[in-house]
């Protein structure tokens, strides 16, 4: 990584002291709800009555986070007094990924807490990234490179509050969600994942969703847990660093102390100051060292320095990476300040070895009391505590799950998350009224291809994946006069004599490490259809899915217009309300796109910088 202008400019404010206040004006305008910061330490004297009636077994239980789909038996709910139980990304509930599915499974672990001693409630967490993606028929919000190009912060937040509803619908009250990573490298798989490569636009739109998921107020029945994740530099790896050599996902950041701090720890105060309750350490390491076991990053910077009060939940099976014994990998993060374990399935064994190291005298008492107090102090700032509340889900909300107002809102971020690379002779918009419109492209009329990853599945998959939702071409459909002819070949033939072209193009889904990509080219079926449409001597309006910045050059080049969607999820007419002119384009890069993969990777602030689209470039009409 090269030592660039925006490294030096930010290192010059490095202090947290001299940041936040700096990065809050600039958010003062994100929302509603600007007030002061959450504090959890507050609910000190209740958790430490609690605390001091639990036995050393009761406390490891509530660091532990063991998945739906791993559990041994759902009674180990209370044998192990699990604090908290997840949903990957592919944890169906056995009864199938329906919204009652869900919820029934969430309530009835949730009920098996009161056969404990302490009745104390489960943190139930899933992947909500982008919307409660992995339930059938929720509504699916653009990934959060979309967002970034969004440039609204309001919008961010609204959003998340969508999410959080549609969360709590299904008894959930965790999301590991915003991912704050500030991806510098498009090759890696998780860079739609991010914001932006500017470390400022994804702390400010880091805090607009921390705030919509919460809503400054855990304890707000309609809000969720946010999850800043992945702490620390999890976007700055190196390409050929990761585990095997391979790619770059949960490799090494190579950076000195200043520009690991300027760049990939940028978003984090801000997101404390907003009230996030929980971080999640990355898989990556900082330097050859594993962050899930680091204790200068963990405990040094952000407990002490930062003043997190919240905890720290370690990522999927990431313990186990510190050390080849679990043993004593899991006393190496405890120790390290982790707060909470992520452990899928192994989560039998990480109570006994926890529980040995205690006994042991390897981990002190002082740092599992530190640990439990935190995550108990969460729960009581959510009021789970309160005896008075619901302890299951409040079914009322199912009525609005994937409904017509939360979809609204996600057409309008999908709309405004356009960014418009190229109009030649005003190609765009097009007419609503033209006799014939000719639509194409293998993501023309694919759900699964414009949600991408982390959408019902873990990796996502191309095709019909959930309902409810409009593809490209239903959209296009909804959208022209009731004259104007549609025809549709997914490989651009048979365009001759149509007033123009719409060709959707792009990515297949993929999530986290097998989206990790040596080259960034277009498919050749992509190129060969567009091909075909020019034979038609039509204008031709390309609309490429993508999770980050590709090689586009040729397809450019043949487009009359050509428009960067992103991932933008379920709602497709976000994409017809601006190509047929409802709407401008108004979207603005929040990465920037190389000419050529010799660029990659390329930064703004970076010296030279001479990228196809610079960061922020976006045309209109
Ligand atoms: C990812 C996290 C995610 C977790 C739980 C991991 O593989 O790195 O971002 O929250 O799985 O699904």
Redesign the pocket.
Known sequence: MRPTDIHRRHAAILLPSLLLPLLLTSCQTAGPHSQAALSFSVYDNQANQLLARMTLEEKIGQMIQAENTGLEDPSDVETYFLGSI?S??DADPEAGNSLKAWTDMVDALQQRTQLTRLKIPLLYGV?AVHGHSNVLGATVFPHNIGMGCTRDPELVEQAARVTAREVRATGIQWT?APCIAVPRDERWGRTYEGFSENPKLAAELGIAAVRGYQQDNPANPLSVLACA??YVGDGGTVFGSAQEGRGMDQGDTRLDEETLRAIHLLPYPPAIEAGAATI?PS?SSWNGLKCSGHKYLLTTVLKDELGFEGFLIS??NAIKQVHPNFKVAIGICVNAGMDMAMEPTRYRLFFQYLKELVEEGVVPVSRIDDAVRRILRVKFAMGLMDPDRPLLADRRLHKNFGSEAHRRVARKAVRKSLVLLKNEANALPLSKNAARIHVSGKSADNIGNQCGGWTITWQGQSGPVTPGGTTVLEAIRKTVSPKTKITFSENGTGAEGADAAIVVIGERPYA?GLGDRAELNLDKEDLQAIDNLKKARIPVVVILFSGRPIIINEALEQADAFVAAWLPGTEGQGITDVIFGDYKPIGKLSFTWPKSLSQVPLNIGDQPYDPLFEYGFGLSY
């Open positions: 997840l990957s990304g992947d590991f994740k992945h999640m898989y990522d999927y986290e």
